[in-house]
Nanobody, 122 residues
């Protein structure tokens, strides 16, 4: 089992920045690929970014490429999502997830956090 707890969400103006953190506990974190997804009411959960177990490969949704950066610190069992140049359309609940293969498909991931709300005002 891997337990995931997200933090760092909040309210920010358009053009601002936030850094989300996802702290993992339980099974060995460094073996897992990690991903960030987001969801708005009434819509399906959408891929944002993923990183492999070693941190040397990342992949982003086109909508966030160049603005968001995913990273991880295996010594701290934590994955981060640095979000810059935020837009109102980035408003969503953001979820981190742990799995065995990095990728954009939610089915790659076995464990999910509870989510953290990000609201970007115009």
């Amino acid at each position: 089992q891997v337990q995931l707890v997200e933090s760092g969400g909040g309210l920010v103006q358009a053009g601002g920045s936030l850094r989300l953190s996802c702290a993992a506990s339980g099974r060995t974190f460094s073996n897992n690929a990690m991903g960030w997804f987001r969801q708005t009411p009434g819509k399906e959960r959408m891929f944002v970014a993923t990183i492999n177990w070693s941190g040397n490969w990342q992949y982003y949704a086109d909508s966030v490429k160049g603005r968001f950066t995913i990273s991880r610190d295996n010594a701290k069992n934590t994955v981060y999502l640095q979000m810059d140049s935020l837009k109102p359309e980035d408003t969503a609940v953001y979820y981190c997830a742990a799995g065995y293969v990095a990728g954009s498909n939610p089915s790659n991931y076995v464990y999910w956090g509870q989510g953290t709300q990000v609201t970007v005002s115009s």
